[in-house]
């Protein structure tokens, strides 16, 4: 078969397009099969029932929950051993028969239920039939039993009542009792017999008599006794089948003596509208069963059987035998409940849940009265019960076979690590492989904590990122550069850390929203600068698991800040030197060649001043750069200083500045004194370059003002001159180095372009800023803002000041 153009089957790109799928299948497969197993299992024992005596015993065992308190609506009337001894052996006359039921008939009974197999005519006294069936008649209601009997090994027939009595008695009622496999009484088949011809059981034909009797009716639906079965009737059919709820009570029926009923000994109304069973209880007459019944020995007589089958007819307390579909909703939906159980819940959940059904199918089995069915409950109970051995066997398994294969994989991994040393292995299998599989853990576990401190102590800050670009690792120095602790930036978006860094050269943003979460997994390497200015180098980069899947992002900053400043500064004095410093030195040489070639040119004076101008020139820009440089790089050296003072000491120190230009310097103030804590030679630096640039640029005979005043938080130091003014757009400009706003315009002020620079330089220092307020030809005001400490930041720098001294 040709592959498709892409070189891979259908099949493998179906694999390849559903590897959840896959993945879901193969950990589901040991579930799926112990489920097919027990379900398997379960219905195969409910359908074919082998186990009849583990059924029986759980049956026997609720059955107390069963019992039918005792009755008032029937009476047995007994064939004991008195009755034995008085009339003789048996079988008695019929006739004693007849008048026992004239005289219960007398006291108006709902029916009577003659529990006596009639089925051959009296040979001894052939007359007694005739009265019996004359008394059967006379008594309104009574019902005979009749019975299946089995010729040699397939021959059934049924054994019915002589005609005579047959057509005498109001019903006929197969007298037959379900005998299970262990010989015990427990249930009754309420239809009976050939197909077509199905007898009610004897006691529903007794209470089918009895309804039938108290309308004045006649019994409908009954087979006629007197048309005998068809030649091939089939098999014997049963049909109701229904277990017998027992009495209790002792006795469990009002019960009278066969003879004390024939001499009269009998109190009045015994009988009135009750049923009355007439049976055998003599132990010698063999109608004895063993039975579940709470009993000393367990043996009932039928009739009282009966007695207990006919009251639950008459009170509708029934219990049916379930039928196959019964039975196995009943074994199959717990069980199927505790397997989806392990798919979702805990080990003690699920041993939690399977007590739980097993209590549940107890109390559906123990509530068979309300209920109205009896289950086989043998098949249900033993799967349950084996769910959790055999899942946890199947897990075991598993888990075996997983911890010696991820103690290989771990020792593969580690090849070449130093091997902590541990005990020996002792103990069972399961021992061994767990001794393993803890020693590949703990030295997993000192690789991670080596390269988490690895990580921890790296200068740079460093994230580990997932997939999507939240952070799951965060080091020292990262949580340093974003001012928070390692742990907050755990869960943080990447993308929101860093979309303020911009590239250098584009300005555009280096980590724009979802390009860590794109499939193109792109390293992200270069230079940027973020919102507070520093300069970044930005290396994110991506990893991959054992598997070689795309795992997560390594992203490193650099700050490359003081790199970058210190490369311009390296720049900026190959610049000075190039260009600037040699230029005085240039023109000096230049104007000594001209003098030697062209003496006309330039006199000795002019000589001597254009070498005079050029060499101050020099040697201002020496110094201001010189200047500059300490101004970045010294120590600071913190102390409290008045304002107010330092700035009177500028103004004194430029006295002779302005007495050359004819300027009158005021100090206009109404601070006695503005304490603040400061580099004593920076902030003189730097009120004398500021005073020194305002008398440059202030006209002759002009004023300039200097104050101090206090701001919110801050003090503010203002020089104004009446100078030409600076236009706002070239504002922006004036600490460029080397560059001089009027260099053309006013010639005669000399200058390098370093002085503004140097007060910024030693303002920011100080944490304050430079505000500038200027217009052309309107002056210029030049105002340093400095943070205004607090009473005990002074008092604290003051007293340290003290001890130093000391």
Known sequence: MPLPPDGTSGALRRNRRYPRLRRMAARRLPWFLLATGLIALVTLLTLMQPMPRVDRMLQDNARADMRQPPSHEIVIVAIDEPSMAAIGRWPWRRALHAELLRRIAADNPRCIGLDLLLTEPDQEHPGDDAVLAAGIADSGCVVLPMALQTRGSQTQAELLPIPALAQAASALGHAHLSIDEDGIVRSVYLREGFAGRAWPHFTLALQQAADAYARNATVAAEPDPLTPPPAAAGPWMRHGHEVVIFTSGSPAFKTVSYIDVLRGLVPADT??????????????????????????????????????????????????????????????????????????????????????????????????????????????????????????????????????????????????????????????????????????????????????????????????????????????????????????????????????????????????????????????????????????????????????????????????????????????????????????????????????TRPEVLSGDALLDRVERHALTGLELADGFVNLARAEAQPFRAEVLDLVSLLQQAIDDAWVQARKKQVQVQLVTALEEALCIADRSLLTRALTNVLSNALKYSPVGADLRCNVTAREGAWAVAVQDHGPGIPPELQSQLFQPFHRLHRESHPEVHGVGLGLLLVRTAIQRHGGTIEIDSAVDAGCTVTLVLPQPSAAEVDALSNDNKEWKT
Not at 394 to 403: C, I, K, Q, V
Request: with cysteine; aromatic share 8%.
């Open 271 to 596: 009988f009135r509208d009750r049923y009355v069973l007439i049976g055998s209880t003599a132990a010698g007459l063999g109608d004895v069963y063993a039975t579940s019944a709470p009993r000393a020995t367990g043996l009932l007589p039928g009739v009282e059987i009966f007695a207990s089958v006919l009251q639950a007819l008459v009170n509708d307390r029934r219990v049916v035998v379930a039928s196959q579909w019964q039975d196995l909703a009943y074994n199959l939906g717990p069980l199927i409940v505790a397997l989806l159980g392990l798919l979702w819940l805990r080990p003690l959940a699920v041993v939690a849940l399977i007590c739980a059904l097993l209590a549940v199918r107890l109390g559906l089995h123990n509530a068979r009265p309300w209920i109205g069915i009896q289950f086989t409950p043998a098949a249900g109970f033993l799967g349950l019960l084996l769910v959790y051995p055999l899942w946890s066997l199947m897990r075991l398994t598993a888990a075996l076979r997983y911890l010696r294969w991820g103690t290989e994989q771990l020792n593969e991994a580690m090849d070449g690590l130093p091997v902590p040393g541990s005990p020996p292995p002792v103990g069972d299998f399961l021992d061994r492989q767990m001794a393993a599989t803890s020693a590949a853990g703990l030295r997993m576990r000192d690789l991670h904590r080596f390269v988490r401190d690895g990580i921890d102590h790296m200068a740079d800050a460093t994230l580990v990122l997932d997939r999507k670009g939240r952070v799951f690792i965060a080091n020292l120095a990262a949580a340093r550069h974003w001012k928070m602790a390692s742990h907050s930036l755990v869960g943080s978006d990447a993308h929101d850390l860093l979309a303020d860094l911009r590239w250098r050269t584009t300005g555009g943003p280096m980590v724009p929203q979802g390009a860590l979460r794109s499939h193109e997994r792109a390293s992200i390497l270069g230079e940027g600068e973020d919102a507070t200015g520093r300069i970044l180098l930005l290396r994110c980069v991506p990893f991959f698991d054992a598997s070689n899947h795309h795992a997560g992002w390594m992203c490193a900053l650099v700050d490359v800040s003081r790199m970058r400043q210190a490369q311009s500064q390296r720049d900026e004095a190959l610049r000075f030197i190039s260009h600037d410093i040699r230029e005085p030195s240039a023109s000096i040489l230049t104007a000594i060649e001209l003098t030697r």
